[in-house]
Structure formats: C-alpha cells, structure tokens
C-alpha cells in the first residue's frame, strides 16, 4: 500500500503538465465554441446571447465530459504501454495493478475535477465577453442546472463511463493510434447494430425502451468493469513479454 501511494503521488506529479495543458484544451474548446454559436444566434435570429439556445455548454455538458474524457482516456496508459516506461516501473516495485490503478484514478477521479473547473473558467469567460461586447446582463451557468438538464444524471455518468471505459481497454490494446483505432472499432460495431436493428424491426431498441433505467445503470457499471478487467490483463500480458 506504501509502494500504491509513492507511485500515485509520482505519477500525479508526472501528469501535473498532461493535466494543465488538457486544462487549456478544454477551457477554450468551452469558451470558443458557445461564443461562436450564440454570436450567430445573434447575427441571425437578433437573439439575446444571454437566451440562445444555442449554448453549447448548457446542451451538450455531458456530450462534451464524454467526447473530451475519452480522448484523454486514450492517452493516459501510453506511459505503462510502452517498452520504456514498463522497463523503468518493472525497476521501481511497483506491480502492474498498481500502476494501472493510479491511472484509472487519474482518468476518473481528476480529470472529471479537471474539466468542471475548465467549465466554469470558460463559462465565466463567455459570460464577461457577452456583457461587455453587447452590453448584456448575462450570468454563469449553474454546474448544479447544467447537471439537472441531463436526462438522468446517474444513467448518463454510468454510460460515460463505460465509454470511457472503452477507450481505457483500447488504449492498452494498440499502442498508436489508440483514439482513432477504437473510433473506427466503435463506429463499425455501431453500424452492425443499426443493421441488425433494421433486420429484426426495431428489436434491440424495444428491449432497451422498456428497460427499467436501474438495469441499464447496472448494464453500464458491469461493462465498465470487464473492460477494466480486460484492460490490466492486456498490460499484464504486454509486461510478462517484457519479463
């Protein structure tokens, strides 16, 4: 447990510049974007920025926790994936359990920290760029609503992570490309699905929309869970074939 904590604590302080530079990739994915949108709002439809409903913050919150944490996800176990950085923690005592556990807290615990205060940095910004550019008495989005407008908070934070989830397994599967390869992965399961749904006439979906939503949350956590099973027993693989 000594050993689980030195390298926590090693490995934050690896990533402390990894989580400062995500921090700036989000800040001004969330202040460009929602500024660009409700500008044209503006321009187009002479409405106030203030009551756009083209806020892209407050519409796509979860949309874009899920799109950002996955990629970052897809990039956290590069340093326990390569030859190099297993050679350098084969040599430190620390097990591979340990080392992929301080990186699912990492990708679960801080970045999620990480992205709701780049949320509100770039929300504050939105609000002051509004307030003096047209004079308008905007406020910032409340985290507490932005929650709320979620269909149900706790089924899309367990679907979150499952993505994430699925992200984290490739990651530890293709040690280039990781982002990408799982996308195309992703993206060809999806289209099986849609063809299968088409062929038994809306089946899948039938099963899923009479689905109590405690059973999809139970869904969603189990998968989570095999595929961070899946995932340490890649890297324990990749760091046997090391040994």
Same mark, same amino acid.
């Given at each position: %447990? ?8 090693? #490995? ?6 990894? &989580? ?24 187009? #439809? ?9 806020n892209a913050n407050y519409i796509y919150f979860p949309l874009w926790l899920y799109l950002l944490g996955s990629i970052f996800a897809s990039t956290t176990?590069?340093?326990? /994936?390569?030859? +190099? ?11 591979? %359990? ?17 992205? &709701? $205060? *780049?949320?509100?940095? *770039? #929300?504050?910004? @939105?609000?002051? =760029? =509004?307030?003096?550019?047209?004079? *308008? ?10 929650? @709320?407008?979620?269909? /149900?908070?706790? &089924?899309?934070?367990? *679907?979150?992570? =499952? ?11 293709? @040690?280039?490309? +990781? ?6 992965? $992703?993206?060809? &399961? ?17 099963? =899923? /929309? ?11 956590l189990s998968l989570t869970l095999i595929n961070w099973r899946l995932g340490y027993l890649n890297l324990r693989i990749n760091s046997n074939k090391i040994?």
């Open positions: %447990l000594k050993y689980f904590y030195s390298n926590l604590k090693n #490995d934050i302080c690896e990533k402390k510049k990894t &989580l400062i530079i995500w921090f700036m990739i989000i800040y001004v994915v969330l202040t460009l974007i929602p500024i660009i949108l409700e500008y044209l709002s503006f321009e187009r #439809d002479n409405i106030n920025p203030c009551c756009s409903p083209y176990m590069v340093s326990i /994936n390569s030859n +190099s950085k297993q050679n350098i923690s084969l040599n430190v005592q620390v097990t591979t %359990l340990e080392e992929y556990v301080t990186h699912l807290f990492i990708i679960v615990i801080l970045f999620p920290v990480v992205f &709701l $205060v *780049a949320f509100k940095f *770039a #929300d504050y910004t @939105r609000v002051a =760029f =509004f307030n003096i550019y047209y004079s *308008a008495n905007c406020y910032p989005i409340s985290l507490v609503n932005a929650i @709320r407008h979620c269909y /149900n908070p706790v &089924l899309e934070f367990s *679907a979150g992570l =499952f993505v994430q989830s699925i992200f984290i397994l490739g990651s530890t599967i293709w @040690r280039r490309k +990781s982002f990408i390869k799982t996308v195309a992965i $992703v993206f060809s &399961l999806y289209i099986t699905l849609v063809i299968l749904e088409s062929q038994f006439g809306g089946f899948i979906s039938r099963i =899923f /929309n009479n689905m109590n939503w405690l059973i999809e949350i139970l869904i969603f040994k």
